[in-house]
């Protein structure tokens, strides 16, 4: 059986971790517009980048194939 004690203490230690949780999440901003990339849909521009055995590519020989889908990661190393 637990003490009473206890369990106030870890309600009190749980309700302090969601309070801070809540409070960072409030606090995050979204990113300004331009710097959110394309929108589903819009045409990429045109460009040309070094694949991982350091080739260029360029997305219009791609696009000469067929549709292509990109995706970014935002912690790609260069």
Do not use: N, W
């Not at 517009?33 to 819009?42: H, N, P, Q, Y």
């Amino acid at each position: 059986m637990t003490s009473p004690i206890r369990s106030m203490a870890l309600v009190s230690a749980l309700a302090l971790l969601f309070a801070a949780d809540l409070r960072a999440q409030g606090k995050a901003r979204p990113a300004p517009e331009e710097r959110t990339g394309l929108k589903v849909g819009v045409k990429a521009p045109k460009f040309t980048l070094k694949d991982q055995e350091g080739k260029e590519r360029s997305l219009d020989v791609f696009l000469g194939k067929g549709k292509v889908s990109l995706v970014f990661y935002r912690s790609a190393a260069s």
